[in-house]
């Protein structure tokens, strides 16, 4: 069974940083294609940010950044310059169905965490 957890959430200051981390199990990071999306109230899934087996990278947001650790099976979104508008919901993503360079959508997309979420104060 493949298990996504996120955790670093929390509250913040506008202009603040945040650290949200994914521990995945049954999963392998360094071989397969990860993802970060966020979910505002009342808004569709945002695709974030994406991470391949390779450790190629593309964002969404540039003020987002995605890495992993390998050692650790752990996938990370570091945050900086946070504003109100980003507060949401954070979720952690694996196992596309289309591949990872397809669009960054929810529906490519058959593994998910229970989410973090992130509020972001001015």
């Known amino acids: 069974q493949v298990q996504l957890e996120e955790s670093g959430g929390g509250s913040v200051q506008a202009g603040g940083s945040l650290r949200l981390s994914c521990v995945v199990s049954?999963?392998?990071?360094?071989?397969?294609?990860m993802a970060w999306f966020r979910q505002a109230p009342g808004k569709e899934h945002e695709g974030l940010a994406r991470?391949?087996?390779?450790g190629r990278r593309t964002y969404a947001k540039v003020r987002f950044t995605i890495s992993k650790d390998n050692a650790k099976n752990t996938l990370y979104l570091q945050m900086y310059s946070l504003k109100p508008e980003d507060s949401a919901m954070y979720y952690c993503?694996?196992?596309?169905?289309?591949?990872?360079?397809?669009?960054?959508?929810?529906?490519?997309?058959?593994?998910w965490g229970q989410g973090t979420q992130v509020t972001v104060s001015s």
């Open positions: 991470i391949d087996g390779d």
């Open positions: 993503a694996a196992d596309p169905i289309g591949g990872c360079w397809n669009a960054l959508s929810r529906s490519d997309f058959r593994i």
């Open positions: 049954g999963y392998t990071v360094s071989r397969h294609c």
